[in-house]
């Protein structure tokens, strides 16, 4: 197995280090953690997290401003950034002009100072670089993969990670099904609005 390059929120080491099983042999088990983990974190917040060139198409609002799927926007492509065509040829004739793009980089929203983006079905194409890098993914969120990652593991194992409440002198322990909630906490915060 392989760590996915373009997915991973931490790095094995990071995760390793948290474990604090450094001299691992078992890289690969380490790696399909981290790559699921990565891959339930982006479906979960409805975002790609860690940063990559994007081309999207939207359905225009006739309005001035849109946001897109997956932020902080870290660039529009120049000359090639967004297409306002609602004949959905996207040539160079269509593309907007960067001195009149704003974009709130950290909300994913771009705003168009002198048009707008023409209503009309997948009128809109943008092409972009979204995401945080390794050294600006939040602390928060590699945490969150750290543990998260611990509770798949925990619960191949006989650890205690991921206890949702235990009883008194029966012993019962009851486990999170899904995720431990300090780690949703944490996706709730970046999770995209609907």
């Known amino acids: 197995m392989a760590l996915d390059q373009t997915n991973n929120i931490i790095k094995l080491e990071e995760f390793t280090e948290y474990l604090g099983d450094e001299g691992s042999t078992v890289y690969g088990r380490y790696e399909a953690i981290i790559n699921a983990v990565s891959h339930l974190f982006n479906t979960y917040t409805k975002r790609k997290l860690k940063s990559r060139s994007l081309t999207e198409y939207y359905d225009g609002n006739g309005k001035s401003e849109m946001y897109v ?21 996207y040539s160079t004739s269509t593309v907007v002009s960067s ?15 002198n048009t707008s983006f023409s209503a009309g079905a997948h009128s809109i194409k943008i092409v972009y670089t979204a995401g945080y890098s390794t050294t600006t993914m939040p602390e928060d969120l590699k945490y969150a993969a750290k543990e998260m990652g611990r509770f ?8 205690r990670v991921g206890i949702r409440s235990e009883g008194g002198e029966g012993g019962s322990v009851t486990y999170e099904t899904d995720m431990p909630w300090s780690v949703k906490q944490v996706l709730d915060m970046y999770r995209k609005p609907d």
């Open 69 to 89: 799927d997956n932020y902080p926007i870290v660039s529009v492509s120049t000359n090639i950034g967004i297409y306002v065509d609602t004949s959905r040829s």
């Open 99 to 113: 001195s009149n793009i704003i974009i709130d980089s950290e909300e994913g929203k771009i705003r168009l100072a």
């Open 152 to 159: 798949y593991l925990n619960r191949e194992g006989s650890n």
